[in-house]
T-cell receptor
Framework: EDQVTQSPEALRLQEGESSSLNCSYT??????LFWYRQDPGKGPEFLFT???AGEEKEKERLKATLTKKESFLHITAPKPEDSATYLC????????????FGTGTSLTVIP | DTAVSQTPKYLVTQMGNDKSIKCEQN?????MYWYKQDSKKFLKIMFS???????INETVPNRFSPKSPDKAHLNLHINSLELGDSAVYFC???????????FGAGTRLSVL
């Protein structure tokens, strides 16, 4: 069964304490893996897209990596404004019409 | 100018009523989506239209019916509302099917 699993469910970090979020997926025919950030009361906001194993993308304190089974979102020296829920989404299938979101990791960065 | 806008932002209604949520995007995208986010924040795709053609139609009650009058609009009509329909509904759009999706701010539906 196709699925996307994120861990941990919740993460509390001290400001400056680096860590990683995990997204594991089991789908056939991966077309793309997406990371989004969602703030309370708002819609998800796009962060990164990864298309093939070995690919890496970086933006400010965030870096996303992809293997054949999982993706990591590395957060380096986080700040309180990085507090949000981080969602992983996988698009699969011949036409890309299979779309699955993970349940998210709620990140809290304490000053 | 908001890229993907949904109306209303909040919707409170009684069981058994029929309601609609409207979505409009001004990004010139050809694909639009409806998602349901439950109380545990799980985001599940419901429908997707590409160039006004239904391409994703997940297992949802047939009380939910999407309508796409043109590429810039995708509305969601819900008949005979039930308590379990209470959730936040998000609209999104993208250029092409496998691409970045841009989300609206959500419509919080409460069924009493």
């Amino acid at each position: 069964e196709d699925q996307v699993t994120q861990s941990p469910e919740a993460l509390r970090l001290q400001e400056g304490e680096s860590s990683s979020l995990n997204c594991s997926y089991t789908v056939s025919g991966l077309r793309g893996l997406f990371w989004y950030r969602q703030d309370p009361g708002k819609g998800p906001e796009f962060l990164f897209t990864l298309y093939s194993a070995g690919e890496e993308k970086e933006k400010e304190r965030l870096k996303a990596t992809l293997t054949k089974k999982e993706s990591f979102l590395h957060i380096t020296a986080p700040k309180p404004e990085d507090s949000a829920t981080y969602l992983c989404a996988v698009q699969a299938g011949n036409t890309g019409n299979q779309f699955y979101f993970g349940t998210g990791t709620s990140l809290t960065v304490i000053p | 100018d908001t890229a993907v806008s949904q109306t209303p932002k909040y919707l409170v209604t009684q069981m058994g009523n029929d309601k609609s949520i409207k979505c409009e995007q001004n990004l010139g995208h050809d694909t639009m989506y409806w998602y349901k986010q439950d109380s545990k924040k799980f985001l599940k795709i419901m429908f997707s239209y590409n160039n006004k053609e239904l391409i994703i139609n997940e297992t949802v009650p047939n009380r939910f019916s999407p309508k796409s009058p043109d590429k810039a609009h995708l509305n969601l009509h819900i008949n005979s509302l039930e308590l379990g329909d209470s959730a936040v509904y998000f609209c999104a759009s993208s250029q092409g099917i496998v691409n970045i999706q841009y989300f609206g701010a959500g419509t919080r539906l409460s069924v009493l």
